[in-house]
Nanobody, 119 residues
Framework: QVQLVESGGGLVQPGGSLRLSCTAS????????MNWYRQAPGKQRELVAV???????NYTDSVKDRFTISRDDAENAVYLQMNRLKPEDTAVYYC?????????????WGQGILVTVSS
């Protein structure tokens, strides 16, 4: 059974920081690109950050230079360090595993975790 479990969300003031974690089980983690998505109220889900199986990263423009994605294949975990948070970062954040090679086209999702940026 595949599970992606997010943690680390919560309420933070503007300018503050949070670190999201996502731990995967039931997959060969090193065969999956790992992504963080978010969905704000009334908006479509958007891709925030990507880390591929080689460690290459990419970010949506609105979070560049503020967010950092990383992965630890030994721990089957992916992280999103979020700094200088803004109210517009408020959203439910989702961890996504996107299969590569023999697992290409396979996708798994976490249940989502709420991040609220407010004073």
């Amino acid at each position: 059974q595949v599970q992606l479990v997010e943690s680390g969300g919560g309420l933070v003031q503007p300018g503050g920081s949070l670190r999201l974690s996502c731990t995967a089980s039931g997959i060969i983690f090193s065969f999956y690109n790992m992504n963080w998505y978010r969905q704000a109220p009334g908006k479509q889900r958007e891709l925030v950050a990507v880390i591929n199986i080689g460690g290459g990263t990419n970010y949506t423009d609105s979070v560049k230079d503020r967010f950092t994605i990383s992965r630890d294949d030994a721990e089957n975990a992916v992280y999103l360090q979020m700094n200088r948070l803004k109210p517009e970062d408020t959203a439910v954040y989702y961890c996504n595993a996107a299969g590569q090679f023999v697992y290409y086209g396979v996708n798994y999702w976490g249940q989502g975790i709420l991040v609220t940026v407010s004073s």
